[in-house]
Protein backbone atom coordinates (compact mmCIF):
# COMPACT_ATOMS: atom_id res chain seq x y z
CA UNK A 1 0.00 0.00 0.00
CA UNK A 2 0.73 3.52 -0.38
CA UNK A 3 -0.03 6.43 2.06
CA UNK A 4 0.40 10.17 0.66
CA UNK A 5 0.70 12.82 3.68
CA UNK A 6 -0.25 16.46 3.15
CA UNK A 7 1.24 18.91 5.46
CA UNK A 8 1.28 22.98 5.10
CA UNK A 9 -2.17 24.13 4.61
CA UNK A 10 -3.45 26.77 6.92
CA UNK A 11 -5.24 30.66 6.97
CA UNK A 12 -3.34 33.39 5.86
CA UNK A 13 -4.45 37.14 4.58
CA UNK A 14 -4.79 37.59 1.06
CA UNK A 15 -1.12 38.16 -1.10
CA UNK A 16 0.11 36.26 1.04
CA UNK A 17 2.00 33.00 0.74
CA UNK A 18 1.89 29.02 1.87
CA UNK A 19 3.84 25.92 1.35
CA UNK A 20 2.14 22.46 0.89
CA UNK A 21 4.32 19.71 1.30
CA UNK A 22 3.04 15.53 -0.15
CA UNK A 23 5.38 12.85 1.22
CA UNK A 24 4.79 9.43 -0.26
CA UNK A 25 5.54 5.98 1.40
CA UNK A 26 5.02 2.75 1.37
CA UNK A 27 5.19 0.26 -1.39
CA UNK A 28 6.95 2.27 -4.09
CA UNK A 29 9.04 1.41 -7.18
CA UNK A 30 9.40 4.79 -8.66
CA UNK A 31 6.47 7.76 -8.80
CA UNK A 32 5.90 8.67 -12.01
CA UNK A 33 3.64 12.19 -12.23
CA UNK A 34 2.93 14.12 -9.14
CA UNK A 35 0.14 16.35 -9.09
CA UNK A 36 -2.22 19.21 -6.57
CA UNK A 37 -5.57 19.56 -6.76
CA UNK A 38 -8.11 21.63 -4.94
CA UNK A 39 -11.67 21.19 -4.16
CA UNK A 40 -13.95 24.31 -3.05
CA UNK A 41 -17.00 23.83 -0.95
CA UNK A 42 -19.46 23.13 -3.62
CA UNK A 43 -17.64 22.57 -6.37
CA UNK A 44 -15.49 19.93 -8.52
CA UNK A 45 -11.85 18.99 -7.70
CA UNK A 46 -10.26 20.76 -10.02
CA UNK A 47 -6.84 20.98 -11.20
CA UNK A 48 -3.66 23.20 -10.14
CA UNK A 49 -0.07 21.85 -11.04
CA UNK A 50 1.26 18.63 -12.33
CA UNK A 51 4.85 17.65 -12.32
CA UNK A 52 6.21 14.91 -14.30
CA UNK A 53 9.45 12.62 -13.06
CA UNK A 54 11.47 14.46 -15.00
CA UNK A 55 10.39 17.73 -14.20
CA UNK A 56 7.76 19.16 -16.83
CA UNK A 57 5.66 20.85 -14.75
CA UNK A 58 2.00 22.19 -16.15
CA UNK A 59 -0.49 24.54 -14.77
CA UNK A 60 -3.87 26.20 -15.49
CA UNK A 61 -4.39 29.43 -16.02
CA UNK A 62 -5.97 30.51 -12.72
CA UNK A 63 -2.65 29.82 -10.94
CA UNK A 64 0.02 30.37 -13.55
CA UNK A 65 2.31 32.64 -12.27
CA UNK A 66 1.29 32.33 -8.55
CA UNK A 67 1.84 28.79 -7.71
CA UNK A 68 5.06 26.76 -8.26
CA UNK A 69 5.44 23.04 -7.97
CA UNK A 70 8.50 20.77 -7.36
CA UNK A 71 9.67 17.76 -6.36
CA UNK A 72 12.29 15.89 -4.66
CA UNK A 73 12.89 12.52 -6.08
CA UNK A 74 15.00 10.92 -3.09
CA UNK A 75 12.52 11.69 -0.46
CA UNK A 76 8.71 11.04 -2.90
CA UNK A 77 7.97 14.19 -2.09
CA UNK A 78 6.23 17.03 -3.62
CA UNK A 79 5.58 20.43 -2.88
CA UNK A 80 3.27 23.67 -3.94
CA UNK A 81 4.78 27.06 -3.20
CA UNK A 82 1.51 29.28 -3.11
CA UNK A 83 2.38 33.08 -3.44
CA UNK A 84 -0.22 35.96 -4.22
CA UNK A 85 -3.14 34.10 -2.61
CA UNK A 86 -6.32 35.35 -3.01
CA UNK A 87 -10.03 34.36 -1.70
CA UNK A 88 -10.91 32.42 -4.48
CA UNK A 89 -7.95 29.86 -3.99
CA UNK A 90 -9.87 28.68 -0.90
CA UNK A 91 -10.04 25.04 -1.12
CA UNK A 92 -9.32 21.67 0.35
CA UNK A 93 -5.97 20.53 -1.64
CA UNK A 94 -5.21 17.28 -2.96
CA UNK A 95 -1.78 15.75 -3.40
CA UNK A 96 -2.05 13.02 -5.82
CA UNK A 97 0.92 10.49 -7.22
CA UNK A 98 1.23 7.97 -9.99
CA UNK A 99 3.13 4.89 -8.42
CA UNK A 100 4.78 2.08 -10.12
CA UNK A 101 5.05 -0.89 -7.88
CA UNK A 102 6.98 -2.79 -10.02
CA UNK A 103 4.30 -4.82 -11.31
CA UNK A 104 1.49 -4.25 -13.00
CA UNK A 105 0.14 -0.72 -14.29
CA UNK A 106 0.70 2.42 -12.19
CA UNK A 107 -1.80 3.22 -9.45
CA UNK A 108 -3.19 6.93 -8.87
CA UNK A 109 -3.54 7.75 -5.25
CA UNK A 110 -4.22 10.39 -3.69
CA UNK A 111 -3.68 12.51 -0.04
CA UNK A 112 -6.23 13.28 2.81
CA UNK A 113 -6.22 16.84 1.48
CA UNK A 114 -5.38 19.98 3.48
CA UNK A 115 -6.87 23.13 4.14
CA UNK A 116 -6.02 26.28 2.43
CA UNK A 117 -8.37 29.54 3.04
CA UNK A 118 -7.51 32.94 2.30
CA UNK A 119 -9.04 36.06 4.14
CA UNK A 120 -9.84 39.14 2.22
Known amino acids: QVQLVESGGGLVQAGGSLRLSCAAS????????MGWYRQAPGKRRELVAT???????NYPDSVKGRFTISRDNAKNTVYLQLNSLKPEDTAVYYC??????????????WGQGTQVTVSS
Open 26 to 33: GSIFSINA
Open 96 to 109: NALVARGVGAPVGY
Open 51 to 57: ITSGGIT
